[in-house]
């Protein structure tokens, strides 16, 4: 597999949880950073600030069938910047019927450009039977909650010092420029394989959260078995 290409100062960070039998599902999202570069020590640091800012706020949104179990921050500067990971066991709160592990919440994040692809966004495991108003949208409440829980979580996050390096603004990281057609030899099916960007990679500032009223669709959390 190619190599990503380095983005400067710009953390990932990936929050991981179970549901049901998929004990490996994840969402993340990138943050700039500034000042000194995080190192694995500090990067642990930065984790257990987003568990604070992240984690612990969304549990009373999500029901006891979903549990946070990680958080994982990468410095994407380049291939031995800082590093670290985290682990935990934190369980959902909220009341009511469990809905399918393939819905999610989709959060969308605007940006000032357009391209093919710039559509950064996150798929949340939040909600319960009582937070539904259609067989296809979430209660229009819920959906401004969930939007003023993640602009609150961030901007408690953003402007955070860690020994040296303070958390800026949320972005999106546009590390693809197009793709490749490739066909099966056996199947004779298409897939488009998606290329690396060339160069270096400038980050876009997410400039708007909005909560998608339509139910957010991850399959492979369905764990089919084939």
Not at 24 to 30: N, P
Request: charged letters at 10%.
């Amino acid at each position: 597999m190619p190599t990503p290409p380095p983005v400067a100062e710009v953390l990932r960070v990936a929050v991981g949880f179970s549901i049901g039998t998929d004990l490996t599902a994840r969402y993340r999202f990138f943050v700039q950073y500034s000042g000194t570069a995080p190192t694995d020590a500090v990067c642990a640091a930065i984790a257990a600030a987003v568990e604070t800012d992240f984690v612990t706020p969304f549990l009373g949104y999500c029901g006891p069938w979903i549990t946070f179990t990680s958080v994982d921050v990468v410095d994407l500067t380049g291939p031995s910047a800082g590093a670290a990971e985290i682990t935990f066991s934190h369980a959902g709160s909220r009341a009511g019927v469990a809905l399918p592990a393939g819905v999610a919440f989709l959060l969308n994040f605007g940006i000032a450009r357009r391209y093919r692809g710039g559509k950064p966004r996150v798929y949340l495991p939040v909600g319960a039977d009582g937070d539904v108003a259609t067989s296809q949208t979430w209660a229009g409440g819920f959906v401004t909650l969930i939007e003023g829980q993640w602009a609150t979580s961030m901007a408690a996050f953003s402007g955070t010092v860690f020994t040296g390096t303070t958390i800026g603004s949320q972005v999106n990281v546009p590390l693809y420029h197009s793709f490749t057609s490739h066909q099966n030899p056996v199947t004779l099916r298409w897939r488009n394989i998606p290329s690396y960007a060339v160069g270096p990679i400038v980050p876009d500032v997410i400039t708007s959260v909005t909560g998608n009223p339509k139910f957010g669709s991850q399959r492979r959390r369905n764990q089919h078995s084939s």
